[in-house]
């Protein structure tokens, strides 16, 4: 069974710092990899979809990189802002292409 | 586009009684629709897959009789969590997949904003 695993689970910077977030997964045979944000009591925004044959993705001051061989994605973020504080969550599509793997996800706050 | 709605949004509710939330995919289609769970500090669960017009699949350890899921449409998969007890008390969240993959990339789900039960 799919694990995914997400380091750290909360991290606090002050505003400007960039900063990387991890997710390991265990079965490297995945689909796409994406990642989400989550603001308290608040549904999903997905931020970034990694296709498997692709290295890395980039939206404004996020980048995600995908290394499947190793298990790793990492999560970029440039020069954080209050606003990007929230709960960022690592998912794995299975090579079936449905079922989706979610890690705990990291607890960001960035304050000014 | 892709846009996927939830309602209620919230519910309270009192021990022993039936709760249904809706899941509505507002300008696509979709055959398959997914159930999540979410317990507070934890990761989203997956409960159940349902496919339109079938049976629900559903994942190890849910109960199928608790959970009843209803896809009877395209655009609307129904969850109704029955004889609603303290610890049914979460937060559900559904994604739909669209048909024939028109999301950006092929399988990609779209979520719903979730809603959030509390069984008193």
């Known amino acids: 069974k799919q694990e995914v695993t997400q380091i750290p689970a909360a991290l606090s910077v002050p505003e400007g710092e960039n900063l990387v977030l991890n997710c390991s997964f265990t079965?490297?045979?995945?689909?796409?990899l994406q990642w989400f944000r989550q603001d308290p009591g608040k549904g999903l925004t997905s931020l970034l979809l990694?296709?498997?044959?692709?290295r890395e993705q980039t939206s404004g001051r996020l980048n995600a990189s995908l290394d499947k061989s190793s298990g790793r994605s990492t999560l970029y973020i440039a020069a954080s802002q209050p606003g990007d504080s929230a709960t960022y969550l690592c998912?794995?599509?299975?090579?079936?292409?449905?079922?989706?793997?979610f890690g705990k996800g990291t607890s960001l706050l960035v304050t000014p | 586009g892709a846009v996927v709605s939830q309602h209620p949004s919230w519910v309270i509710c009192k021990s022993g009684t039936s709760v249904k939330i809706e899941c509505r995919s507002l300008?696509?289609?979709?055959?398959?629709m997914f159930w999540y769970r979410q317990f507070p500090k934890q990761s989203l669960m997956l409960m159940a897959t349902?496919?339109?017009?079938?049976?629900?699949?559903?994942e190890q350890g849910v109960e199928k009789d608790k959970f009843l899921i209803n896809h009877a449409s395209l655009t609307l998969s129904t969850l109704t969590v029955t004889s609603a007890h303290p610890e049914d008390s979460s937060f559900y969240i559904c994604?739909?997949?669209?048909?024939?993959?028109?999301?950006?990339?092929?399988?990609?789900?779209?979520f719903g904003p979730g809603t959030r039960l509390t069984v008193l």
């Open positions: 994604s739909a997949l669209p048909l024939g993959g028109a999301g950006s990339y092929y399988n990609e789900q779209f």
């Open positions: 079965d490297s045979a995945i689909y796409n």
């Open positions: 990694i296709q498997s044959s692709q």
């Open positions: 998912a794995v599509y299975s090579n079936s292409g449905y079922a989706l793997n």
């Open positions: 300008d696509f289609q979709a055959t398959t």
């Open positions: 349902s496919n339109e017009g079938s049976k629900a699949t559903y």
